[in-house]
């Protein structure tokens, strides 16, 4: 069964350092998401990718996130200087088109410290 | 803007018992999509069911179904018949028919006594 990889499942890096979260979605998909989850809270929405730009964005995603679909089959996620309050885990989803069900990625955990 | 609420932050239910999950939501559109997602210890998200608010019928997936109260904005999760496996975390989520992204509630954790 088709599944959304993510890479790494955990990642440690030092407070200001950027960071890469890959994701490779189903490969039929269009819509790609990224959530994020800190320890013990409830899941927010990041970021949704449609036709190569992002759709919507949450207040969360600032300046200091983007993403990007390099090559028609990963889809990133950057932080470019890491915060301490960045530490959460980052999902990846996607799914075929709005009205069908999103797939999750198994997340990579963020450790910033 | 719309909101999930789970007023259930734990619940707990015997092997072979039946337990209902509960889930309101606001939102003053018509059209949209609810969900309910299980995240065991693994912590990957997994689509256990959604609904179509156009559709009256309540949906149904093996031992899994749910009651949609439109109205009175009610999505509940019953499950039948629980097995040790079904303990998780389980969201409830909302999506307008207009946009992308899914808005979680807080998460009921579910622990299944043998």
């Known amino acids: 069964e088709p599944e959304v990889t993510q890479t790494p499942s955990h990642q440690v890096t030092q407070m200001g350092q950027e960071v890469i979260l890959r994701c490779v979605p189903i490969s039929n998909h269009l819509y790609f998401y990224w959530y994020r989850q800190i320890l013990g809270q409830k899941v927010e929405f990041l970021v949704s990718?449609?036709?190569?730009?992002?759709?919507?964005k949450s207040e969360i995603f600032d300046d200091q996130f983007s993403v990007e679909r390099p090559d028609g089959s990963n889809f990133t996620l950057k932080i470019r200087s890491t915060k301490l309050e960045d530490s959460a885990m980052y999902f990846c989803a996607s799914n075929e088109d709005r009205n069908t069900e999103a797939f999750f990625g198994q997340g990579t955990r963020l450790t910033v410290v | 803007a719309q909101t999930v609420t789970q007023s259930q932050p734990e619940m707990s239910v015997q092997e072979a018992e039946t337990v209902t999950l509960s889930c309101t939501y606001d939102t003053s559109e018509s059209d949209y999509y609810l969900f309910w997602y299980k995240q065991p210890p693994s912590r990957q998200m997994i689509l256990v069911i959604r609904?179509?608010?156009?559709?009256?019928q309540n949906a149904t997936e093996n031992r899994f179904s749910v009651n949609f109260q439109k109205a009175a904005k009610s999505f509940s999760l019953k499950i039948s018949d629980s097995q040790l496996g079904d303990a998780a975390m389980y969201f409830c989520?909302?999506?307008?028919?207009?946009?992308?992204?899914?808005?979680f509630g807080t998460g009921t954790r579910l622990q299944v006594f043998p």
């Open positions: 990718f449609y036709n190569n730009e992002i759709s919507e």
């Open positions: 609904q179509e608010a156009y559709k009256q």
């Open positions: 989520a909302y999506r307008s028919a207009t946009a992308d992204k899914l808005i």
